[in-house]
């Protein structure tokens, strides 16, 4: 019980210390090359108890040793102070703990920390899944769900009590008496399933750290989500003037040099959920990231159209994250604004200046909880 107490204050400090550092684990991407497959590597300073250090009785230093007050100083020796020389040291130096964080923990601490709702979802709600819940304990049943515990108690009673169990030889032989079986009954849950769209724009004027805002904001924004359904899909959409899919890996690295229509990945996106995710039986989000270039007035129109007729009454949201660009006008989300200002709820803007912006970001997009 006194482990179980630690370890649980552990994680406490664990927690607090996440939360602390939150904004900056989210803009650095070097948490995300620590991922496994369902944990996180988390790097915390080492917490260290105020200690006293002894020195040697020989080491000398100002106000040691003879001298009156107004001697000069003399320069130290090797060793005592001066940069790059004397013995090596036999002191260990100051280490991070690396402390292993599941994805599911990291998502509930974001949405603590972001008071995140949870999200309303549609769900297949004609589809059941089957699941099967333990109930109780049968004396009869088959061998795969004979209950290891119980039947070893059994038998130990049984044993205690006939005056055969041996102390100095404990072995316990459960006979077919001792045995007990797990009972169970069938449930059936609505399954409730989402998929993201992720759309990028990857022209000549988004760069590498452009991109890199993209990715480290996706990734939390799957964290999240994976939480909140049990079957998550992504698809990936590039665009320049364009559009086409491609798997995760392309979408991050790809980078061109044309111009810019938005509504060819709207499009595209259209067509994927017409053709794979009737909106009856999924959840659908969508994401798209740009800097706000759109080469004309006409392309902007076009893409409004696609939104109200194709996209915004099939999905749950829509997300628009204006990555800030050098090279970028940032139009469209003035655009975006200018046409749906407060008449939809499933439209989500967000401008995203720096990696610091991206925790900001996810709150916009994921505060709504549709």
Known sequence: MKMESDLN???????????????????????????GKKVVTIPLPRIEIPHFQFGGQEQG????GEGEVGDNVQPGQPGQGEPGEGEAGNQEGKHSLEVDVSLQELAQILGEELALPNIENKGKKNIKDRQYKYTGILRQGPESLRHFKKTYKEALKRSISSGTYNPDNPV???????????????????????????MMDVSGSMGDEQKEI????????????????????????IHDATAREVDQDTFYRTKESGGTLISSAYRLAAKLVEDHFPPAEWNIYLFHFSDGDNWSGNDTAEC????????????NLFCYGQVESRYGSGQFLRDLQKHFGEKSDRVTIAQ????????????VFLGKGK
């Open 9 to 35: 204050r552990f994680r406490k400090i664990v927690r607090g210390k996440i939360k602390q550092e939150l904004r900056r684990f989210i803009a650095n991407g070097d948490l995300l090359a620590r991922q």
């Open 61 to 64: 230093g100002v106000g040691q």
């Open 172 to 198: 316990i032989v459960p006979v077919k008496d001792d045995k007990r079986y797990r009972s169970y009954k069938v449930v059936n849950l609505p399954v409730a399933n989402a998929v993201i769209l992720y």
């Open 214 to 237: 993209v990715r480290l904001t996706s990734f939390w924004l799957d964290t999240w989500l994976q939480t909140q359904y049990q079957g998550l899909e992504r698809r990936y959409i």
């Open 304 to 315: 409004m159209k696609i939104l109200e007729s194709g996209l915004l009454p099939v999905s």
């Open 352 to 363: 995203i200046k720096d990696r610091d912006s991206i925790i900001d970001a996810i709150k």
